[in-house]
């Protein structure tokens, strides 16, 4: 699915429960990979996500399986300006953890907030695990 239609579907479902959106809300670059991550670990893979705007105080992550269905949970973490998320860190997010030979196709998207909680960033990246070799 092109990028653009994906962040539109992203944002517009996010809208469904959200009362705050800022109109110059940007699409943030999301960048992550398993590498070194076990097979039903517990928390975030390491991430990086870039075009954050100087004015996040929050980023919520969530993690969710498309192949099987299944929400791995939202974390909403104080930015600390880095952009960087260290592999295992945040366990209120599970791990992927799909059946022997059935990978799942795994969505992580993050929300850049404001300190008044309004969204000012959005984006994701999906990707399998486990990924083919």
């Known amino acids: ?51 954050v705007p100087e004015n996040t105080e929050f980023l919520e992550v969530s993690m969710y399986d498309h192949e099987h269905g299944f929400d791995h949970g939202k974390v909403k973490i104080a930015y600390a300006g880095s952009g960087t998320i260290t592999k295992g860190s945040h366990t209120e997010i599970t791990g992927p953890c799909p059946p022997p030979n059935n990978p799942g196709r795994y969505k992580i998207t993050v929300i850049a907030l404001d300190a008044s909680d309004a969204v000012i960033g959005i984006g994701s990246q999906e990707r399998s695990f486990p990924e083919k070799k």
């Open 1 to 51: 699915m092109n990028k653009w239609i994906s962040l539109i579907i992203i944002t517009f479902c996010f809208l469904l429960v959200s009362c705050q959106r800022h109109p110059d809300a940007v699409a943030l670059t999301v960048e992550f990979t398993w590498d070194g991550y076990e097979h039903c670990g517990m928390g975030l893979p390491r991430m990086h996500i870039k075009a």
